[in-house]
């Protein structure tokens, strides 16, 4: 899937940073020039070819920053061509917009790798490559993808990465082969858990702070154990620094991510990146594409279909993937609704930063459900379901929680905002419980394990909430101190 320009016709900024590294240029662009090129560095980049770049760019040539820090490894384009037999056909795992990306072995080293081949004309030109190059030498993190090395001979761009034996989310989402399983529940909450960490990474530990711009299903890609990681750093930008809440840029990205702030004005703050990531995580929740033309009227975007189902509490179990069969704790998926919710607030400052998110993913990801609990429908049942609600309404949990999902407005830092189940009767009795008790229930009864278990469980996430939110403020504030994206 490509990215796409929309409103907005300012030349493209592009810069970059990290903790105790120097922005390689000032005014928030990379320098251009010509320069001889080095043993050490490919400092010249081929005449742009793209048709999304005006006349003037396409005769202009690049430089690669000559920075110390940068442990990216330059590459002729014989070595890459070796590694993935000519980039033959076979070698083939993916294409899109930008070009192709082919698996191959490092004759070096015999390290399988990915190797990105841009298309001359196709959609990232020369400051995107210079862009993801940087972003991905300066910025390290175990949920970040990592780049060994580039290519620049010519007119030549390739990226090389570490390979991700398991694909892309978007995959496992949507495109899985006939014979595989679909992602479990656990499965979904680790992955989306750890995508948020990759982000958090970008907003709260690099200087200036990263706004990633591109988070989609298909930029996600999965280690052994499907462990996550993001990719694809091409439209990266700096965040807002000192005293400045946004950044203003032209309008990139890709269709049915992009936050509604930014495709109307072209402002971009670290809150655009947790739109985005609320629409991933709708996807891994719904299995639902974020935008899907084959879906009948009024579902075709898949924000717009969730927004109405967030209101009524009776419709949750409809938003639940049915390839997961019924399969999940009921109350995990009120609470993950909570947090795509939130996420996909229209007023960007009503939505909670990364650092929170993480924080509530992280307990969900920690709760391990028994897959086996229930009885699982044919495979040839999973998805011809009409809503995906019938084999939910008569469960416990939907009995005894009655729960709706709710906003909390807090006094502390950060984004000012938390979210929570609340039971029917806490609701229209106006008092807050630990505990959800069964809705419509007219007298009080006993507890039995269930609930009991359940209080417990809410007891131990407001006080590893509390423990996390005190490190952070004694480790000098992060998101939830920093109000400055805002």
Not at 129 to 147: D, G, R, T, Y
Not at 201 to 215: E, F, G
Not at 253 to 261: F, I, K, N, S, V
Request: glycine share 10%; with cysteine; hydrophobic share 30%.
């Amino acid at each position: 899937m490509g990215c796409f320009p929309c409103f907005g016709s300012s030349k493209k900024d592009v810069n970059n940073g990290k903790n105790g590294v120097k922005q390689v240029a000032k005014n928030e662009s990379f320098k251009e020039k010509t320069a001889p090129q080095s043993n050490n560095h490919v400092n010249r980049v081929g005449s742009d070819k793209s048709k999304s770049r005006n006349n003037n760019d396409s005769k202009k040539e690049i430089a690669i920053p000559k920075e110390p820090n940068i442990a990216a490894q330059t590459f002729t384009f014989r070595e890459l061509a070796a590694a993935t037999n000519n980039f033959k056909p076979e070698c083939l795992i993916g294409e899109g917009g930008f070009g192709r990306v082919y698996k191959g072995r490092l004759e070096s080293t015999g390290q399988v790798v990915a190797v990105k081949q841009l298309d001359r004309n196709g959609l990232q030109g020369n400051r995107e490559f210079l862009v993801e190059v940087l972003m991905l030498s300066l910025l390290h993190h175990q949920n970040l993808v990592n780049l060994i090395g580039y290519c620049a001979d010519g007119d030549q761009r390739l990226l090389v990465y570490e390979y991700m034996p398991l694909g892309s989310l978007e995959d496992h989402l949507h495109d899985f082969a006939p014979d595989k399983e679909p992602l479990d529940w656990n499965t979904r909450m680790k992955i989306a858990a750890g995508a948020a960490k990759g982000l958090e990474y970008l907003h709260d530990k690099a200087n200036p702070p990263v706004i990633y711009r591109d988070l989609k299903s298909s930029n996600i890609l999965l280690d052994e154990g499907y462990f996550p990681k993001l990719s694809d750093f091409g439209l990266a930008k700096l965040g807002p620094v000192g005293d400045k809440t946004h950044v203003s840029t032209r309008v990139m990205g890709t269709y049915g991510y992009c936050a509604p702030e930014y495709a109307m004005t072209g402002q971009l703050t670290l809150k655009s990146d947790v739109y985005s990531f609320g629409v991933v995580f709708l996807e891994i929740i719904t299995g639902r594409k974020a935008i899907d033309n084959t879906k009948g009227a009024g579902e075709h975007n898949l924000v717009a279909w969730a927004k109405p189902l967030f209101k009524d509490r009776r419709k949750f179990p409809k938003m639940a993937d049915p390839l997961l069969q019924g399969r999940y704790p009921m109350r995990g998926l009120y609470q993950a609704l909570a947090v795509a919710a939130m996420c996909l607030q229209e007023q960007a400052a009503t939505r909670p930063l990364i650092g929170d998110v993480v924080t509530a993913l992280s307990y969900l990801a920690s709760q391990s459900y028994d897959s086996n609990s229930t009885t699982p429908r044919k495979r040839d049942e999973r998805r011809n379901t009409s809503d995906g609600a019938d084999s939910y309404k008569n469960s416990p949990d939907i009995r005894n929680s009655g729960a709706e999902l709710r906003r909390i407005v807090t006094g502390g830092g950060g984004s000012g905002r938390k979210w929570d189940v609340l039971d029917e009767t806490e609701r229209t009795s106006g008092s807050r419980r630990d505990s959800p008790v069964g809705a419509g229930r007219g007298k009080e009864t006993p507890r039995n394990q269930r609930e009991v278990e359940r209080e417990k469980a809410v007891a131990a996430a407001k006080t590893w909430g509390e423990n996390w939110r005190e490190g952070k403020r004694r480790n000098g504030g992060g998101s939830f101190d920093s109000a400055s994206d805002e």
